[in-house]
Structure formats: structure tokens, C-alpha cells
């Protein structure tokens, strides 16, 4: 049975950091690219961070320069460590997992599992 669970949420002022994190079982974790993707009430998810199995990493253009997304292959554990959180980073986060890109990573028709999310509220 597939697992996804993501950790780190909460409440930070702008400028603070955070670090989520996504626990993966069920499944070969190392045979799966992986994302987290961003989603606010009433909006489309939002791709913000891909991670291939090598370790190829791309960023949207929201997160480059304060996003970073990492994997520990041997946790089977996925982070993303957030600096310089801005207001507009409010969001449930969520962690994905998939096999093969339909068009381009922030598809989220590329992704077979899904976690249930964490949210991120950055506000004064």
C-alpha cells in the first residue's frame, strides 16, 4: 500500500524559513521522479520544485533562488527546504510522485501519487 505523507507545515513571518518533508512507501521510491506543487482554495496546484531520480533539479519561477528541493534516496524521503518566505507562499503543499512526464513537470497528470498536503502560512 502507497504512502505519501508530508510534514513541515506551518506559521512563519515573512522572511523565515521552513522545511518540509514527504515520507514515501509502497513503492520504489528511487524509480520516481518527484515534485511538490502548491495549491490555494479555488485555484488550480501549482508545480514549485522537480526532482528527477538522478537528482536533476528545475524550479518555477516563484521559488529559484529561495526554494530548494532535495531527495534521501536511502529515507526514501523527499524535502524542500523554503527561505525568504513571502506572504504570496501561502499555500497547502503537496508532494508527487510519478514515472513518466506528460508534457513538462508541473503537469499533474505526470504524477501517480499524491500526498494529502501540509499547509504554509507566511504571514506579520
Known amino acids: 500500500q502507497v504512502h505519501v505523507v508530508e510534514s513541515g507545515g506551518g506559521s512563519v513571518q515573512p522572511g523565515g524559513s521552513l522545511r518540509l518533508s514527504c515520507a514515501a512507501s509502497?513503492?520504489?521510491?528511487?524509480?520516481?521522479?518527484m515534485a511538490w506543487f502548491r495549491q490555494l482554495p479555488g485555484k488550480e496546484r501549482e508545480g514549485v520544485a522537480y526532482i528527477g531520480k538522478s537528482g536533476v533539479t528545475t524550479y518555477a519561477d516563484s521559488a529559484k533562488g529561495r526554494f530548494t528541493i532535495s531527495r534521501d534516496n536511502a529515507k526514501n524521503t523527499l524535502y524542500l527546504q523554503m527561505n525568504s518566505l513571502k506572504p504570496e507562499d501561502t499555500a497547502k503543499y503537496y508532494c508527487?510522485?510519478?514515472?513518466?512526464?506528460?508534457?513538462?513537470?508541473?503537469?499533474?497528470?505526470?504524477?501517480?501519487?499524491w500526498g494529502q498536503g501540509t499547509q504554509v502560512t507566511v504571514s506579520s
Open positions: 508527487a510522485a510519478g514515472r513518466y512526464i506528460v508534457y513538462n513537470w508541473t503537469r499533474s497528470a505526470s504524477y501517480q501519487y
Open positions: 509502497g513503492y520504489t521510491f528511487t524509480g520516481y521522479f
